[in-house]
Nanobody
């Protein structure tokens, strides 16, 4: 089972940028499709972006399309989420997740391993 650790969260102003990282260990990262999810206070966890095992295919939630970019480095066993043009509604705890398949999915139930989460706060 792969272990995941997120980093890079913090405070940003509206219109600003942040880059999240998710470092993986203990598994075969290059065989795992990966995803980013987020959960705001009082709301359910929602899908943000997913990427297949090779990095050749990605999928974004409508709320972040055109602003966020998911990527991965299978040599460094790390996934990234570049977040630009941030909005206050992007404020949430962001989680990275891995699934035991090369194919990306958007449903959280399809993922087998989760990180502890990193807080992103966007001020207006």
């Amino acid at each position: 089972q792969v272990q995941l650790v997120e980093s890079g969260g913090g405070l940003a102003q509206t219109g600003g940028s942040l880059r999240l990282s998710c470092a993986a260990s203990g598994g075969t990262f290059s065989r795992n499709a990966m995803g980013w999810f987020r959960q705001a206070p009082g709301k359910e966890r929602e899908h943000v972006a997913s990427i297949n095992s090779s990095g050749g295919s990605t999928y974004y939630a409508d709320a972040v399309k055109g602003r966020f970019t998911i990527s991965r480095d299978n040599v460094k066993n790390t996934m990234y989420l570049q977040m630009n043009s941030l909005k206050p509604e992007d404020t949430a705890v962001y989680y990275c997740a891995a699934r035991n398949s090369i194919y990306l999915r958007t449903a959280s139930r399809e993922y087998n391993s989760w990180g502890q989460g990193t807080q992103v706060t966007v001020s207006s």
